[in-house]
């Protein structure tokens, strides 16, 4: 019986082509890339045609055989501007090919011609890369551009879709307040704007699969606290989307727990590489199940109660690809017995620590690839000893954050404040760091002005949140902040009994002079403009408690008015606008 091998042939290809000159190897390539199909391989004929016209010798008919090919494939792909430049450089009247593209694409003899004075035409590719070093905010400013430029910006901003069912049924009560009836009619029109919105991207991603395979970034935010409120249609069009969205590698999903449930097992069955997956469940005794997926590597959760047995199980499946995980849920504990601690790179945690938690010394000991550490919650145990144990540990700290909520009526570590200094003293790479305690309990765990002794020696910090002593004098805090901070938040433990022009007057001669952000709470403030000019006269935007404002500035530099940001911008728009303001080292200094 005769056996074929088609690695023979390929070898033999190899060995046949290795005898040649360049120009006969490129004739080779030109004869099989005419067998090559138009859709499918753009890619693998971009990078043939280059290597082919980069050979010198070669025949000027084969050249633009070549730039033929490039262009039918390009319009194969949907790049007509690349490919109609490709068309004009082997454009010949007698070239029966070249008329025959010209009339299936309907284009026109002027479209083909480039002023020779007039300005470079890029290709589609060469936008492209443009755009993508361009904000999300430049980028919907050039959807009304008529240039291909609308077309490229299209793409990139629905690359990442977010869908909200409902407007945020949350407002923080200092906005609320001043709601009344235009509130309520406010609301309801938000709301009907999102269902049209939601609508329109859901329709366009069930007809059009090119749109859906743009897609990457899918968030989903449907919280209902009316119980007359139905969002039976918008889930089934959610549903019936997910199976389209053949590209999907980051979701979220903010519900109750039969959403989550549905939509997780819709990805789950549709085969989705997801390498991201984030889930705020609202029902507070609701639980969900968490089907397994393979690759991912970035898992959060948030939940108010419910039963960790699930996402434990699920963490314990994805320990060995996990590489940045978040628990928030004030009931449930770490689950060091589920987790590889060793494999992650970030860790936010947000939960209770028991009298018999392991999860700092587990961190400490074996966390050496961290560069992200959050915890946040009721501290029930005393890890001062395990700070002073380990104080050489996680060598690749960039951010630390410790939020102490309460204290337990039995737990005294009057250590762990100076522990944690010690810990982090002298780290070059720490560039984010943040310490908030009880004001009521702060001596129990040993802070005081002594706690921000550590500040100065972290000379690369750009980002730091952090309480505000009684005893530490304002003169003083300032000259003890780095020079390199950026974003700075100041959680007032009793505000002063002095007035406040002269508790700012104190402070501003230490104030970092790159300071683009600050934050104050637990402050009686009356005028937020009183904070940039008697304080903080360079800074570009100010948060007091939950309210935060843009400094709107004339040309010399003068205070032209206040900015109030609205709540949803805070909540789900903060990275967009902190970036063309320069205060992207604030964003963990907006959530809350």
Excluded at 42 to 52: L, T
Aim: net charge neutral.
């Amino acid at each position: 019986m005769n056996v074929f091998n088609p690695r023979i042939l390929d070898a033999s290809i190899r060995d046949v082509t290795g005898c040649l000159s360049d120009v006969q190897k490129a004739d080779v390539l030109l004869h099989a890339l005419q067998h090559l199909p138009s859709e499918g391989s753009r890619i693998v004929m971009e990078n043939a045609i280059q290597s082919f016209l980069q050979v010198s010798g070669v025949p000027p008919p084969d050249v633009a055989r070549a730039l033929l090919l490039r262009a039918k494939t390009r319009l194969a792909a949907g790049y007509r501007t690349s490919a109609q430049q490709g068309i004009h450089a082997c454009s010949d009247p007698a070239n029966q090919a070249v008329k025959a593209i010209i009339q299936s694409e309907h284009l026109r003899q002027e479209m083909l011609i480039r002023e020779p004075d007039g300005p470079p035409r890029f290709s589609a590719e060469v936008w492209r890369e443009i755009a993508l070093c361009l904000p999300k905010r430049d980028l919907k400013s050039l959807l009304s551009v008529p240039h291909a430029l609308s077309r490229i910006a299209s793409q990139l901003i629905f690359r990442e879709i977010d869908l909200h069912f409902t407007a945020s049924p949350d407002p923080p009560r200092a906005e609320s307040r001043y709601r009344g009836v235009n509130g309520s009619q406010e609301e309801q029109e938000l709301d009907a704007w999102h269902y049209q919105r939601s609508a329109d991207i859901l329709t366009r991603i069930l007809v059009d699969p090119v749109f859906a395979s743009q897609v990457r970034s899918l968030s989903v935010y449907a919280v209902v606290t009316d119980a007359s409120h139905t969002l039976a249609f918008q889930t089934g069009m959610l549903i019936n989307s997910l199976p389209k969205l053949c590209n999907l590698r980051s979701t979220h999903c903010s519900g109750n727990s039969v959403l989550i449930n549905r939509m997780l097992e819709t990805l789950c069955v549709s085969n989705h590489r997801l390498y991201s997956l984030s889930i705020n469940l609202v029902d507070r005794s609701g639980d969900i199940d968490i089907p397994s997926f393979k690759h991912i590597t970035h898992f959060s959760i948030t939940a108010e109660g419910g039963n960790s047995t699930s996402t434990h199980d699920f963490i314990s499946q994805s320990h060995d690809n996990l590489r940045s995980l978040s628990i928030k849920n004030a009931h449930w504990k770490f689950p060091t017995d589920a987790i590889s601690v060793r494999h992650l790179t970030v860790i936010e945690f947000e939960g209770c620590f028991s009298v018999d938690s392991q999860i700092f010394s587990e961190i400490l000991s074996t966390g050496h690839q961290l560069e992200s550490l959050t915890l946040s919650g009721i501290l029930e145990c005393t890890p001062s000893a395990t700070f002073r144990l380990h104080r050489s540990s996680l060598p690749f700290l960039t951010h630390f954050a410790l939020n102490i909520i309460s204290l337990h009526r039995h737990v005294t570590d009057r250590d762990l404040v100076p522990a944690i200094s010690e810990f982090l003293r002298d780290r070059k790479h720490l560039h984010s760091f943040h310490l908030t305690v009880p004001s009521g309990d702060h001596r129990r765990i040993g802070f005081d002005a002594s706690a921000w002794g550590v500040l100065p020696s972290l000379t690369n910090l750009r980002s730091l949140y952090i309480t505000y002593p009684r005893d530490l004098s304002p003169s003083l805090a300032g000259w003890l902040i780095p020079r390199s901070v950026r974003a700075l938040t100041m959680d007032i433990m009793v505000p002063p009994a002095e007035d406040l022009l002269l508790f700012m007057n104190q402070l501003r001669p230490g104030v970092p002079p790159l300071l683009t952000f600050i934050g104050m709470t637990n402050f009686p403030i009356r005028s937020v403009i009183n904070v940039v000019d008697q304080g903080f006269s360079n800074v570009r935007l100010v948060r007091i408690d939950e309210n935060v404002w843009s400094v709107i500035r004339l040309d010399d530099g003068s205070i032209e008015l206040m900015e109030q940001w609205p709540y949803r911008r805070i909540k789900y728009h903060s990275a967009a606008w902190l970036e063309p303001l320069e205060c992207e080292d604030a964003i963990r200094h907006l959530v809350w």
